[in-house]
Each structure stands twice: as structure tokens, then as C-alpha cells.
């Protein structure tokens, strides 16, 4: 059945603004050559657009041409603003984004390990509120409604834990912060009309590295993380895998050999966290002869700690720093070829601040000891993003749901 003309000027609709999303501003004649239709059609378009306020002429396109140089239509950027937070065990990065990802402003919340929760969750709803009224300083808005304009439109949050499948909410995991499962919900209080959306940080790491990072080229891989603990994020056939209960990725509870007991449903100790987390790392790094203070330290500040190691070891290759990049690539090869055996994604991206900094040194090894222990040809890559990602995937997300929502004009 053909496609109605209000769902035709929909799909056509969509299709412009995501080509200015994606190229930035084009003429209407370009418009017609990357969309294939015909002139009528994109004039139609443009015009309703332009009315709707999803676009406006930015300028004039610089080709050399007989009479006036043709419009330069741009998205309307300003139309609202995007909220993105990683949250962690000892803060939470925030930034806020215009309708195009340009980053207008950002700040980071440390909340100690004894800040109540009430103090915490306040801390962070009014970091978020300060950075919003930074970034609405920093644009004019060209509408007549100025409070419409510029306002946080979606907010993406990226949290540890499992997210619940049925309400898309943080679940109650033993070892996070209360105010960590709060969050989403002090700010739908202080936000109105804003729309909240929680994510697994791991997942939304993939996200991000999938359009702009190590896996641009990939519709199916998996990123490992490597940081304070371990974890895994699931793309097959360019869609994200969840699972029945939000849990996909959980390798850190993953029984593999070489410790010294199994997981249980509550502690992940004994499992692939304890050859792989941070603190075991640093354990690592320290027995084969590097210099890591507090090696030992089972805390949020085990990661960087570890990733000095780390990133000393890759750029500096030979002794000690050879010895501990075997051994370490040993480890995480359990890990990866198990979740290789079971899914074949073909690659295998190194996430996180610590997958980063292995950078290539760590990927060469990882893959080598894959090839050898499975029949699976699996490419393993350093993350390109790492640390960064988490917050990259959160502001992803929430431009695509907000974009989903503001670029369906109203129908005529």
C-alpha cells in the first residue's frame, strides 16, 4: 500500500533534517541531491520546515554562480537544550548540549563516600540546573516564545547498574549509593516537561563508540570495559542487547578459572571482576615489579591509580612493563574469548579509561592469545574514546530521542 501524502511529507521531512543533522547546513539544491527528490518536493519541504521553526537560513552557500548565491538552511540548534550525566561512585560529570550536540556548557559534582543521600541527589540536581542556565546564556533565541526556547528538552543519564527493563529505572545493585537510584526522579521534580532517560554506562559506552569511536565500522561487536570494575555491552546487528532482565554484560560475575572462589548473586568476587577489576590489576601491575602505590586499594580510586600503570607500561614497552602486558592480556582474554564463544561478534573493543590507555600494545595481545584459544576470528580494538565515552553515548541518546520527537512536524 503506498504511503499516504502526510506520511510521505513525514518520511521526507525526517530525512532532510537528519541529513542536517548529520552534514550541516545545505542548500535546497544540495538537499535534492542527497535526498533524490524532486525540486517541487524539497521546496515544499523547506518551506514547511521553515514555518514549524526546525529550520532557518544560516547563510549563503559560497559556489560560484550566475546571480544571488543560494540559502544555507541550518537545523535551529537553540530550538532546546540536552542534559547529559555520567554518574559514578565518587560524582557525576554534567554537560548541556544545543539540539546539534554542540557543547555549551559542563562541570563536574564530587560527592564523598559519607555525603547522605539527600545532601547528594541536591548536589547534583542543582549542578545540573547551573550548567542549564550557563548554557541558555550563551544563545539568543530567535522565537517570539523565548521560555520555549533553550529549555532542557531530554536528559540522558549514564549509571552503573542494571536498569529495569519494565520501569527504565536504576534497579537496587548491593554496593552503589542510594542517591544514585534518586536521581532520575529528583529531577523529573525539578526539571517539568523534561524527559528523563537512565542508561547502563557501559551500554551507552558501545553507543558512543559506535558512531564516533573504535566500532564506527561494526554493527555487531562488543565492548569490554576495563575500569574500577569490569563489564560488557552487546551490539548485534546494530541494535543493543539488553536482555530479559536489563543484565546483558554482567562479566563481572562470569566464573572463569584462576580464582580463588565463585561469584554469588550478590558479590562478584571470584568471578572475571577478580582477574580483570581494577584492584586486581593494580595487584598485578605491582607484582610484576611496577611502581603502583596502594596497588591493593578496592576503591573508586583503584582506576586511576591503575591506569598510570597502564599507560606507562603500553608507551614505554620492554622488562617489567612486557611481563605485565602478558599477564594482563592473559587475563582479559578469559573474559573476551568467553563472551566470544557464545556470541561471534567479530570484534572485541578494550572500553574504558584502562582498554584506552592498554591502547594498541594491550589489543595485539588480547588478540593473539584469542586466536589461539578460539577457532573465532575476533578483531580486538583499543577504545578510542574511553573514559569520555559513557557522557558521549548519555548525549547521543538524548539527541536522538529529542530529535525523534521536535523533527515529526505537525501535520497539515
Not at 561512585?89 to 554534567?94: I, L, N, P, R, S
Request: hydrophobic share 45%; charged share 20%.
Amino acid at each position: 500500500m503506498p504511503a499516504s501524502p502526510s506520511t510521505a511529507r513525514a518520511i521526507n521531512d525526517r530525512l532532510a533534517l537528519r541529513l542536517l543533522q548529520q552534514e550541516g547546513p545545505l542548500t535546497a539544491g544540495r538537499l535534492k541531491q542527497l535526498t533524490g527528490l524532486s525540486r517541487p518536493t524539497v521546496a515544499d519541504l523547506v518551506e514547511r520546515l521553515t514555518a514549524s521553526g526546525l529550520i532557518t537560513v544560516v547563510g549563503e552557500s559560497g559556489e560560484v554562480r550566475r546571480g544571488p548565491n543560494a540559502r544555507l538552511y541550518g537545523i535551529v540548534a537553540d530550538r532546546a537544550h540536552l542534559a547529559a550525566l555520567d554518574v559514578r561512585t565518587e560524582g557525576v560529570f554534567v554537560l548541556v548540549s544545543d539540539l546539534v550536540g554542540r557543547v555549551l556548557a559542563e562541570t563536574s559534582v564530587p560527592i564523598g563516600e559519607d555525603t547522605r543521600t539527600g545532601p547528594a541527589v541536591e548536589a547534583v540536581v542543582a549542578a545540573v540546573e547551573r550548567t542549564a542556565k550557563e548554557a541558555g546564556s550563551m544563545v539568543v533565541p530567535s522565537h517570539e516564545d523565548v521560555r520555549a526556547w533553550g529549555r532542557v528538552h531530554t536528559v540522558g543519564i549514564g549509571a552503573p547498574g542494571l536498569i529495569d527493563p519494565a520501569t527504565g529505572d536504576l534497579r537496587d545493585s548491593g554496593g552503589l549509593p542510594a542517591w544514585h537510584r534518586r536521581l532520575a526522579s529528583a529531577l523529573r521534580e525539578r526539571l517539568p516537561g523534561a524527559r528523563i532517560t537512565v542508561e547502563n554506562e557501559t551500554n551507552l559506552a558501545a553507543v558512543a563508540e559506535q558512531r564516533e569511536g573504535a566500532a564506527h565500522d561494526r554493527d555487531t561487536f562488543v565492548l569490554l570495559w576495563l575500569g574500577h570494575g569490569v563489564g560488557a555491552a552487546v551490539v548485534l546487528d546494530g541494535a543493543l542487547r539488553r536482555g530479559a532482565s536489563g543484565g546483558t554484560g554482567e562479566i563481572g560475575f562470569l566464573p572463569v578459572p584462576g580464582t580463588a572462589c565463585l561469584p554469588s548473586a550478590t558479590d562478584c568476587d571470584g568471578g572475571f571482576h577478580s582477574l580483570a577489576g581494577a584492584a586486581a590489576i593494580g595487584a598485578l601491575a605491582a607484582e610484576c615489579g611496577l611502581p603502583v602505590p596502594d596497588a591493593a586499594m578496592d576503591g573508586p580510586g583503584a582506576a586511576q591509580t591503575v591506569l598510570g600503570a597502564v599507560t606507562r607500561a603500553a608507551a614505554a614497552p620492554g622488562g617489567n612493563a612486557d611481563r605485565f602486558l602478558d599477564a594482563l592480556a592473559d587475563r582479559v582474554a578469559v573474559g573476551a574469548a568467553s563472551v566470544a564463544a557464545i556470541l561471534d561478534p567479530g570484534c572485541v573493543v578494550l572500553g574504558g579509561e584502562i582498554g584506552q590507555a592498554g591502547g594498541p600494545a594491550l589489543a595485539v595481545r588480547v588478540e593473539d592469545r584469542l586466536r589461539r584459544m578460539s577457532p573465532l576470528v575476533t578483531e580486538v580494538r583499543p577504545s578510542s574514546l574511553g573514559g569520555t565515552a559513557v557522557l558521549r553515548g548519555a548525549l547521543l541518546t538524548a539527541r536522538e530521542r529529542a530529535q525523534d520527537e521536535l523533527f515529526a512536524p505537525p501535520e497539515r
